[in-house]
């Protein structure tokens, strides 16, 4: 089962405009520079930065195969053992403490994992997630 991110608006913005931005100027640069070895190379490298902010927008998603839950967002990928999987909270304001944020949106889910791991996932649909992993692991505590 496939569940795409949720997009904050601001999220969305900042993964369009900047790298639209960047990508449009490298283009420029290597059209009118040619001649410049510093400016194929920063173009080269504006390019390479505004698309994985692309591929971020695009890619962020969580995937649930049978006992695993798969993350990715752009080149950020892991998996999660369901079973390891202690409590789940819902983020309760703009300030969040963990560490892996996979995430488009500033309202999510926390995932305690393992012993003393965390990750912060944004799925659309937030209760069709937590059912899907309650029906894997139905030892999981909600907060």
Same mark, same amino acid.
């Given at each position: 089962m496939v569940f795409?991110?949720? +997009?904050?608006?601001?999220?969305?913005? /900042?993964?369009? +405009? @900047?790298?639209? @931005?960047? +990508?449009?100027?490298?283009?420029m640069g290597l059209l009118f520079e040619t001649s410049s070895t510093g400016i194929m @190379?920063? !173009? @080269?490298i504006f390019i390479l930065i505004g698309s994985t902010f692309f591929w971020i927008l695009l890619d962020t998603k969580y995937t649930i195969k049978e006992n695993d839950l798969y993350y990715c967002s752009g080149p950020i990928r892991g998996k999660i053992d369901?079973? !390891?999987i202690r409590k789940i909270e819902h983020q309760k304001g703009l300030? #969040?403490?963990c560490f892996l944020k996979p995430s488009l949106d500033y309202k999510g889910l926390y995932i305690y994992y393992n012993k003393f791991d965390d990750i912060y996932l944004s799925p659309k649909d937030q209760d069709e997630f937590v059912n899907y992993l309650?029906? /894997? #692991?139905p030892k999981i505590d909600l907060i």
């Open positions: 795409k991110s949720s +997009i904050h608006l601001s999220s969305g913005l /900042i993964l369009t +405009i @900047i790298p639209t @931005i960047m +990508i449009t100027v490298a283009l @190379i920063g !173009s @080269i369901i079973q !390891s300030y #969040n403490e309650l029906k /894997i #692991n």
